[in-house]
């Protein structure tokens, strides 16, 4: 079977295909499943945000990740590490400091991208499915130029998870002094994902490995390439199991803080 194609002066048009798609199986499933994901993370993520409360626990100095650092004139004393600069205006979140870079290194991703490209924009919405639009432009214009920042919003992105780190170490508390409890596991394992997920990224890949003649002149850089060359086939599974962390450690932080449930103490 042939097709043929008109190419308007200018423009990038598509293949005409007669029938709407040659494929015969579920191809809507993987898209409709990205809009429900991504639609609940992000409401659910935009309530506890706005929320203002419950998100940190004193006892036991667990901090939410969606509320680090704290730098509002709302926060606790306690959860305020990096100090309280920001007005506490309802529509200023908590950490407000942190939140728009976290945003943007996750839009720019790569596999993000594609994630959103493909379920909401339906650009297109599977392989050998037509586009959801007539012509095909690439990311060339205002505002997916913005696209070209993500290795920036990779540095910022690293230090964020350096901060991340070092609320899960002081979150190794009690009244008696040291303390560790279920806690702990969850934010150590939200940590864990959060840098796999991090240092997973492509830009990181390239900015450990690109620009390389010979590896061989360069064996530390050569092993730490290999060792993000081997977490970034797994990128798109850490992508959707950080989204996950996030939000059972922000939940789990909120419970305790509203008195929900007690932590689970191994130690003190």
């Known amino acids: 079977m042939t097709s043929t194609a008109t190419r308007p002066r200018g423009a990038r048009a598509r293949a005409a295909i007669a029938a709407k798609t040659l494929r015969t199986d579920r191809w809507w499933f993987a898209p409709l499943i990205t809009v429900i994901g991504l639609s609940a993370w992000v409401a659910y993520a935009t309530v506890r945000v706005f929320m203002h409360n419950n998100y940190w626990v004193p006892e036991h100095h667990y901090l939410t990740p969606f509320y680090s650092p704290c730098v509002t004139e709302r926060c606790v004393e306690g959860a305020a590490h990096f100090g309280r600069f920001l007005p506490g205006w309802w529509i200023i979140p908590d950490a407000a400091l942190t939140l728009p870079f976290l945003l943007l290194f996750r839009l720019t991703c790569y596999y993000y991208r594609k994630a959103y490209y493909r379920s909401f924009w339906l650009s297109p919405p599977a392989c050998a499915v037509p586009d959801g639009h007539k012509e095909y432009g690439g990311e060339t214009r205002f505002p997916l130029l913005g696209q070209n920042l993500h290795r920036y919003f990779f540095y910022a992105a690293a230090i964020i998870s350096l901060i991340n780190t070092w609320d899960a170490i002081l ?82 932080v909120m419970a305790l803080a509203a008195g929900w449930f007690n932590d689970l103490r191994f130690i003190n």
Do not use: E
Request: proline share 2%.
């Open 171 to 252: 979150a190794f508390h009690s009244p008696k002094g040291f303390g560790f409890g279920l806690g702990n596991i969850v934010l150590l394992v939200n940590v864990v994902m959060l840098w796999a997920y991090t240092i997973s990224c492509h830009s990181c890949r390239h900015i450990i490995g690109g620009r390389l003649k010979h590896f061989s002149k360069h064996p530390v850089r050569y092993r730490a390439w290999t060792f993000v060359s081997a977490l970034n086939v797994r990128h798109m599974q850490l992508a959707w199991v950080t989204l996950g962390t996030l939000a059972l450690t922000d939940f789990y």
